[in-house]
Nanobody, 122 residues
Framework: VQLQASGGGLVQAEGSLRLSCTAS?????????MGWHRQAPGKQRELVAT???????NYADSVKGRFTISSDNAKNTVYLQMNSLKPEDTATYYC????????????????WGHGTQVTVSS
């Protein structure tokens, strides 16, 4: 299974970016949850937002009201619309998926993308 993320970049404070991440390969049968985590230099990786296949969402308090997560189940893709960006949002953003593979037997696992850099200048 591969998770390919895109959409990172450099933006000024109060600007916007949209991240996307697509899961592919590995005989994916279904994806139960996808989400985004981030890691700033010298800090631990933290949850940003998740969305289930049923559309339920969860956000870190620090991004509520500014970030919106959504998904396209048919495309195995998750999006993160980030508005009103702040310098403290600067981090490497990692896509995550919890999914079911059909490999003779059904196997559930967690997968991560390589990350995309988001830099917010003040």
């Amino acid at each position: 299974v591969q998770l390919q993320a895109s959409g990172g970049g450099l933006v000024q404070a109060e600007g916007s970016l949209r991240l996307s991440c697509t899961a592919s390969g590995g005989n994916i049968f279904s994806i139960d949850r996808m989400g985004w985590h981030r890691q700033a230099p010298g800090k631990q990786r933290e949850l940003v937002a998740t969305v289930t296949s049923g559309g339920s969402t969860n956000y870190a308090d620090s991004v509520k009201g500014r970030f919106t997560i959504s998904s396209d189940n048919a495309k195995n893709t998750v999006y993160l619309q980030m508005n009103s960006l702040k310098p403290e949002d600067t981090a490497t953003y990692y896509c995550h998926a919890n999914l079911l593979q059909r490999l003779g037997v059904f196997t559930r696992g967690d997968y991560w993308g390589h990350g995309t850099q988001v830099t917010v200048s003040s």
